[in-house]
């Protein structure tokens, strides 16, 4: 059962977000029952958490039951190493809460996504800077002293087009290796561009069939793996469907305010939403439905980006790791 | 003079196809004064010939004066290694019969773009295919027999950022290298989704500012350089503020077609280009003018189609190779 | 019992090629028993055939028990795209010959080595240039007409340190795959600079702790995988021991031609393989005994070989690709 | 003149460090003139000062007239970030000592050699970790403020086989970019395996032709670029003919303890520089001169390097830059 699809409507824009899946369905409705969320400010970053308790909620959002925590930091994009410290280090202490891990909790970083295509390469990037220490535990077990985890870490798609499932490559990893807790980093597609490479997702809820910006064919989670999985995401691209849709809404919106209110019933009767995505189909349909629109800098966003969860990572799973050593051993 | 900024209205999408700026063009006046087209089918290929023939030309479609060679090629996207052979095959006839090399031509091909960009990697990707020469003409002057050109080659946008130009750098090794031929590979901007990684576009008027994926700052033509130069170019991204202006475009025209004539006009009227350009500026603020659109895929199209214009190029500036041996020598 | 360590003397050169482990050992003796050997020269390639009949032949040379084709061709490195092509040929053939497919076999290619060293980066090169059909097969049954077997492929030392073991990772990817047989792409050290990037092994024994320039901790054979593993490697280094040593033995010959006989014995008798051994291990003491020779252009070789063996693997495993097509999907 | 080959001795090993040369010269006698050395303890750190004051300096140990500063750092392979920081901060100094740069120095940084192949690709490395900010200069004055200088960045080796001389690409940019100062970061080869990776070597007297591992054709000084060219480099290789000739150095010199010392002399007459330099080169032939003798590890030690000298490079060309900062900037 719970392998079916996402529940999101198949006539609205696509994202990854549960924060903006659920500003989505308050579009129509004020109280969304089954969701809650609360938000604060620190300093130049939003942190909000989205709460879905229940069925019902999973229904009207079409995302899982589960906590999603959101760091909004419109300012990342700036290049400012003094933010990106302090954004490691307020998702490090957010995944820390969340994860709940053991002293001697055994952990597995997935990076998601293909490196050869810039924007989905986050994964692999955040992966290639983490300080792994399995091998250090199993050969060497008085090389590390107190505040190690035992952390291995793996890029499934850096292996390229190769007739394997990532979820098969995964699967065997984690019958292998016996994490207590996977975590799982994938870049993500947004229904904003004010959140593209701004913004970082914490979920307990596992990754799902079509999400992120590979799209992924089978579900990554407690029921799959047989451990607790945690999902880490940033949005990196939004779907070109999004912008075409967002175009027609703002031509129609124009529209709406320009005419007399009485004739707009009428005009605009014909595009509910069934209609207007049959549109934007037709626009896209030479190349499908897998238009991603990315900045033309997305290399340096998602180097800074990679950088800054790697290094919150280092800090989360290893307590001896301070915020300075972070920045040595991340690299 | 010649470093004026293109021609091209600032109202409507940007293209770095001269045909398709020609038929931007033509959608307002059937003929246009100082350009002329002609075009013919071979087997799958569509090939395009876009002469602007005076500045009155140039100044009505956007693109300098020269001669503009389309191969349009909608299969191309679907990997079929015959086809792709083909494609090869026309394309170095059509850039042989326009360079018109003289057989001691020396030729330096010049690979535009950032590798780290996947849609933008497409110049590079040609140049590390490329059978070069000269350092064997230099050193080994008997290690080659009859039908081989002095070919050197570079990519100089590997460099990342430098903080130099591009164009600082290929000036800098023209003087000394002194070919008689710079041969500049760029990935382009369409304006239609038809044309992304299925089209070739061979131009005799070089490389101009704010053409390419990378928004070259200074042009490489026979003035900054001093030789020939030949610009080839594959589209592999639309921009973003092209599908939001068409996105508004067809809500547009289907209401045009729902609404009763004589309404049209007045609700219309605010939706001048002007307008409409502004709304799309409104939409894509948050990252400014810079978005791409580009299939997921994109990592595969382009290693493609490095592959189908690297061995043109071998065929075409070395005449002792044949289709066969550009096969192996290609890669 | 099958996983003690191979049974190489710890004082001799290290090898990977089973030719040259034989060669080795009968330096003392004419005849090994339990091993057998015949050659034949097909044009510029020298085919050597070697079998390891029992245990005592795996103990005398220190290969498991099995057979081990060698493919010489000490001309390949001279970058000629005709021979090339003729040895992936010969290569398919022997290949093909051994593994004895069936049309509907499965088959998983798993190229060893770590990308990021360029001497052992040939397996993930070849792994990339292969025609991987699987997903093809799961989700288009139908795409792909007769003639093509279902073929996987993955990198697993691509991944770097990341704390899980490449058998690790290539046991749970074989436990979800399921293929027939595995055959495993390695990098080898060889005991001559006249096998390195000249010479192609093909073996049935799977490969075995301390073997491949990575040096793998556990086995990939039928024991360990539960299917066939074939062996394919390419000597891309030779150990510095073996250099040290050789340059050893070549001044203890020379000193032996120019004394007179009965002082000889006297002087030598200290250098009995284990005191030469120590020699060399001060010699190399502060980087170990990791020390890999290889030739500056290795980038180069590794490339050359890596679309050998991919255009060869293509044959081999796809009786539908001829040796033209396989020109042409192989990149 | 200045382009002669350097001096060294053809019969002896090849060293691409002062330090070693003026050792090696001292083997057979205690003072040479014309080459003065002094040399401190820091910590971990052996700073040695070699002066080569005169031609006849220069004759003696093969090295150009000119300051060569050496970090001998033994402990820097065991990957100790604290002991990395201090080497990168000693580094910054003697480099702003050495090359005095005033507060409006423009500096090319030119990373040579090969990112294919591992042990060569340390320049690049550095180039992609270096906080350039001529491009700032020039679009948005106003961006920086005080303590930075003008500062680009070129790897010219990552272009690969191009036919074109690193030298010619150099030239070319430096015509074009007018810096003061030219840093040229390589990869060196060393006489002493306790040295790869190991040693920093920071010279005033440019590169020159057969020095780095990737050896130059063309030097890049002052008589070529017209600037001041500083040198900084690492050994991470050893040429495979340098242990072949320790290899034979040590039996012989075992031999002779172990002989009456009458004897010795006859026997080893035979042996003088050239005879033994004969036998290494008929070891070595089926692969030329061109061999290396490098760790397996050697991308872990590769990447290490990078990111100390880049750390160093910040600091020092950025006086504004703290170490602090410098950990936060180069990556």
Not at 191 to 213: C, E, F, K, T, Y
Request: aromatic content about 4%.
């Amino acid at each position: 059962m719970d392998n079916q699809p996402p529940v999101e409507s198949t006539y609205s824009p696509h994202t990854d977000m549960a924060i903006e899946a659920h500003e989505l369905a308050r579009q129509a409705r004020e109280i969304i029952r089954g969701v809650s969320e609360e938000s604060e400010e620190v300093g130049d970053v939003r942190i909000s958490r989205t709460h879905v308790m229940n069925k019902n909620g999973e229904r009207e959002i079409g995302k899982r039951v589960g906590h999603y925590i959101t760091l909004d930091v419109p300012k990342l994009r700036r290049r400012n190493p003094a933010l990106q410290a302090e954004v490691s280090r307020l998702f490090a202490e957010e995944l820390k809460r969340m994860a709940d891990l053991k002293p001697d909790s055994k952990i597995l970083v997935v990076g998601l996504g293909n490196e050869h295509v810039t924007p989905d390469a986050l994964g692999p990037k955040v992966v290639e800077r983490l300080f792994v220490t399995r091998h250090l535990f199993n050969y060497m077990p008085d090389a590390l002293g107190e505040g190690f985890r035992t952390v291995s870490a793996v890029s499934p798609g850096v292996l390229g087009v190769t007739g394997i499932e990532t979820s098969e490559i995964v699967e065997g990893i984690v019958e292998n290796v016996q994490p207590d807790v996977v975590i799982a980093i994938d870049a993500l597609a947004s229904m904003s561009l004010n959140r593209v490479n701004a913004s970082i997702q914490i979920a307990d809820s596992g990754i799902h069939p079509g999400s992120g910006v590979g799209n992924h064919r089978k579900a990554l989670n407690q029921e799959t793996l047989g451990c607790k999985v945690f999902a880490v995401g940033v949005p990196t691209v939004v779907h070109a469907a999004t912008i075409a849709n967002d175009a027609m809404d703002l031509v129609l919106s124009q529209l709406d305010e320009s005419v007399p209110g009485n004739e707009t019933t009428k005009l605009f009767k014909n595009f509910n939403p069934q209609e207007k995505w049959k549109l934007v189909q037709e626009l896209l349909e030479p190349l499908g439905n897998n238009l991603m629109v990315t900045p033309k800098e997305v290399d340096e966003f998602i180097d800074d980006t990679a950088e800054v969860l790697a290094k919150g990572l280092n800090m989360a799973l290893h307590p001896a790791i301070t915020a300075e050593e972070a920045a040595q051993v991340t690299h």
